[in-house]
Nanobody, 122 residues
Framework: QVQLVESGGGLVHPGGSLRLSCAFSGLSSAYHALAWLRQAPGKDRETVACISGFGIKDTYVNPGRFTISRDNAKTTVFLEMNSLKSEDTAVYYC?????????????????WGQGTQVTVSS
């Protein structure tokens, strides 16, 4: 059974930083693409960053401020977020694909965590 559990969200002031963590089980990061996605109120869910089973990373949202990584044990994937802005406020989800190559659309990920709220506000 695949499980993904996010943590690390919360309230942060503009300009601050957060590190989100996603502990996963039931799959191997060597064979499954992993991603962080977010959904802001009234907006569609979007892919923030992903990492393929080969370890290739892509950041689609704020590439100069957001960084995806995974630990050496390959059981946790992280999203480092710096210089946060109010428009970064959203629910952030960790997701995994049954394939090692990330899917083209957010809705094509197969397994999802429950999400963690990130609120950027003064």
């Amino acid at each position: 059974q695949v499980q993904l559990v996010e943590s690390g969200g919360g309230l942060v002031h503009p300009g601050g930083s957060l590190r989100l963590s996603c502990a996963f089980s039931g799959l191997s990061s060597a064979y499954h693409a992993l991603a962080w996605l977010r959904q802001a109120p009234g907006k569609d869910r979007e892919t923030v960053a992903c990492i393929s089973g080969f370890g290739i990373k892509d950041t689609y949202v704020n590439p100069g401020r957001f960084t995806i990584s995974r630990d050496n044990a390959k059981t946790t994937v992280f999203l480092e977020m710096n210089s946060l802005k109010s428009e970064d406020t959203a629910v952030y989800y960790c997701a995994a694909s049954r394939w090692s190559v990330p899917p083209d659309t957010a809705s094509d990920y197969d397994w999802w965590g429950q999400g963690t709220q990130v609120t950027v506000s003064s």
